[in-house]
């Protein structure tokens, strides 16, 4: 590793490199076409981001180029590259929709080596020249599971590479893997160098993730409630964007600190509201999974799942907002019975930590509070002991009937019967 970013690795508090930025590192400084695969939250960025920088020469025009899927994704990889690339005098721009194309183009007259964009920007400016890939080494896709998946971004990516050197090192990064990861030599005429880390990474906290059992009508509701929970901060994910701006405006009624991320949104007004909720100041963003795929906030308490996603891929993306590098985190799914049945179903197998969830007091619980409740104290994560509560049968039921009625007929000793009239 490059002396500077060492130190820096250092100043930084890194003991070692996480699974994924090991096994990757020599593949990529030697230039080979890699694919590599990693859990969320394992320091995938950085695995690039270190070796390819190392190659680069200062004011030799772009020569490193990552594009990702989304604008917050995109603003969030050109914070952690020009934070490093700074170090050895590496100019890095960002080239996103929703941003001022002017002010873009004013920025590529530097001929910055590193340009970090969303596919629809990047080949914008390519096909008005104003963006030039002759200089470029590297290509990076990140999220590639998602990218290359969907064909309209594929077509994009291939028109980008269309315009660059035939000899360039192609690096591709992703959380799961997918079914387009078969066909590499079609789309790209490469056979990749194919690291998988996902069985020995353990950068992941410990995450539980609950059921809560809520009627549809009712979600809103809930979702309120949660919003009272201690130290309660999350992202909250929709399929549909007027699902989300309904129940935007019920929050906001309730008077609680929420915000909106969405594609319709100005660039500042998605960074303010990020920047709200790593604040603290912000107790929920309600967003989709296209706008807040790959993201990181650091310590994020919580993902709670508004709608239930129906594939794994998409709840394992949207669980790794939260537990990463080691914190601890929690996902809340609402749901009806039968959708929750069939989230069970779906992630039946799976190794997570799945666990019914029940509201009281400002916590939440793995089994229904009884009146004893015992707080572990002085315990960071306000974790609560609970004691297990006795099933009501229904001669229980019976038996409270009958003692409720003793009583009454108790209190109605020696007070005269009303006398009703006939009608």
Do not use: C
């Not at 315009?163 to 005429?189: C, E, M, R, Y």
């Not at 699902?243 to 991320?261: F, P, Q, R």
């Not at 129906?310 to 080691?326: E, L, N, P, S, W």
């Amino acid at each position: 590793m490059n002396n500077k970013f060492k130190q820096h690795f250092d100043e930084l508090g890194f003991e070692k490199l996480t699974p994924i930025q090991e096994a990757t590192y020599e593949a990529l400084v030697n230039d080979e076409n890699v694919l590599g695969v990693a859990p969320t939250g394992s320091g995938k960025t950085l695995a690039y981001a270190l070796p390819l920088l190392e190659k680069l020469m200062p004011q030799d025009g772009t020569q490193l180029l990552i594009l990702a899927p989304s604008q917050e994704l995109a603003a969030q990889i050109t914070n952690v590259v020009r934070e490093w690339g700074d170090l050895i005098e590496l100019h890095t721009i960002s080239l996103i929709g929703g941003a001022n194309v002017k002010r873009q183009i004013e920025k590529l007259k530097k001929h910055p080596e590193i340009v970090v964009g969303t596919p629809g920007r990047v080949l914008e400016l390519i096909e008005q020249r104003k963006l030039k890939l002759h200089n470029l080494m590297t290509a990076v896709v990140d999220e590639a599971d998602e990218m290359l998946a969907d064909m309209e971004s594929m077509d994009k990516i291939r028109s980008i590479l269309g315009h660059a050197p035939s000899q360039l090192q192609l690096v591709f990064f992703s959380a799961t893997k997918a079914p387009i990861f078969n066909d590499f030599h079609k789309w790209f005429g490469i056979e990749p160098h194919y690291i998988d880390v996902s069985e020995s990474d353990d950068t992941a906290g410990q995450v539980t993730h609950y059921l809560v059992e809520t009627p549809t009508r009712k979600r809103a509701e809930m979702l309120r409630k949660l919003a009272n929970l201690n130290g309660m901060h999350a992202l909250v994910f929709f399929k549909q964007v007027a699902t989300l701006k309904d129940v935007y405006e019920k929050l906001k009624h309730h008077h609680i600190a929420v915000a909106e991320l969405n594609s319709t949104m100005r660039q500042t007004e998605r960074q303010q509201a990020l920047a709200g909720l790593k604040k603290g100041k912000i107790t929920f963003i309600l967003t989709t999974d296209i706008t807040a795929r790959g993201i990181d906030i650091p310590g994020l308490p919580a993902v709670i799942n508004y709608d239930i996603p129906k594939d794994k891929v998409t709840y394992i993306h949207r669980a790794g907002r939260t537990g990463r590098m080691g914190a601890p985190g929690a996902v809340i799914n609402i749901g009806n019975e039968h959708e929750l049945r069939n989230f069970k179903q779906l992630m039946d197998h799976s190794e997570l930590d799945i666990q019914n969830g029940f509201l009281y007091n400002g916590q939440i619980y793995t089994e229904r509070p009884s009146k004893e409740i015992q707080t572990s104290h002085g315990n960071s994560n306000k974790k609560i002991v609970v004691k297990p509560t006795k099933q009501i049968t229904t001669n229980d039921k019976v038996k409270k009937k009958k003692k409720k009625k003793r009583l009454r007929n108790r209190k109605n000793i020696g007070k005269p019967k009303a006398h009703h009239k006939n009608k």
